[in-house]
């Protein structure tokens, strides 16, 4: 398959200055880097031809000789054609200079493109765990500090994590010569692939174990417990999690562990229902102390409190009571509680009692025909709230 032009493929002339294929060139790779189009064989097709096609034209002397005789005098000499073992990944690090650092770094993709070089760091990540938190409102509304026994993978304290004997009993792995990884060739129209894996024979360590702990035969690990302590900021709701960086099961033969993610459950109250930082209780009174006002004792998340009733207060009544509520999270702001009034009506009334409120039927003070304006106003309201 005959090569397009090199000057054509990077869309430039014969007289463009390095600053000018620096450009068209780092135009081409951003647009067909692999990490923008996965999966697409075009583009990494082009990509490639743009990195061969900037070699060439960046060097005097490769230039020169392009120039004169075309893709005959520098036949494989691009790094990327003309039979020569290639690797994509090096196309990253050899253009590293372009992009500042690691080829297409993270000042581009958050995030740089690493490339093993030589054995890798030792032992298997640990796995993450999961654990529920059943909390209590007033847990919730102040925070807490809770000390959990968590049972997992922990090191092993024989061996401490390396899961050999001692350490005179590791050798050099012999499949990979200590690299920690193997290669396979393929060829293909462009030249030939490499594609680099871990070695299956040491999971990538670069090492082998001769003899292994008897503890834990060689993990690095084993079944144990450890008590943790959790810090529970105020305000949490239920479905919310706290993440502790490597508190999870620990990994094999000196790998990273784990984290273990603490899933938040707000058990129910006994007498608040929760609304976001604030809190509602549900406040009964009798037909007198409706009436007549009173003082009467209620519950909040600290204790106790006194609060006034005063006369004449309808039944479905709020009464706040300020900063009684729930802590915001991220000192979001305090919440309040509210008292919503209740008017018990007895069934069961005495000869006596029931004489006594018949005598009030007549009293104007007592028909409901003789609401205020603000009453009835106060009602219509409650009901639309209440249905």
Known sequence: MSKRDYYEVLGVGKDA???????????????YHPDRNKGDASAEEKFKEAAEAYEILRDPQKKARYDQFGHAGVNGQGGFGGGVEFDVEDIFSRFGDIFGGGFFGEDIFGGGRTRSRGRRQPGTPGSDMKIRMPLTLEEIAFGTEKTLKVKKQVTCNTCDGTGAESKSDFETCGTCNGLGEVRQVTRTMLGQMVNVQPCPTCQGEGRIIKNKCKTCNGEGREKGEETIKVSIPSGVSNGNYITL?????????????????????EK???HFVR??????????????DAVLGSEQEVPTLKGKAKLRIEPGTQ??????????????????GEGDEFVRINVYMPRNLSD?????????RDSENFNAEHQTKEEKGFFSKMKDVFG
């Open 268 to 270: 129910e109250h006994e």
């Open 352 to 360: 006596k009692e029931r004489k006594s409120i018949e005598a009030l």
């Open 17 to 31: 200055s390095e600053a000018d294929l620096k450009k068209a060139y780092r135009k081409l790779a951003m647009k």
């Open 275 to 288: 609304d976001g930082n604030n809190i509602y209780y549900d406040l009964s009174l009798s037909i007198p």
């Open 245 to 265: 960086r490597g508190q999870g099961n620990a990994g094999r033969r000196g790998g990273q562990p784990g984290d273990l993610i603490v899933l938040i459950e």
């Open 315 to 332: 039944p479905g009544k709020l009464l706040r009571m300020r900063g009684k509520g729930i802590i915001g999270l991220n000192s979001s």
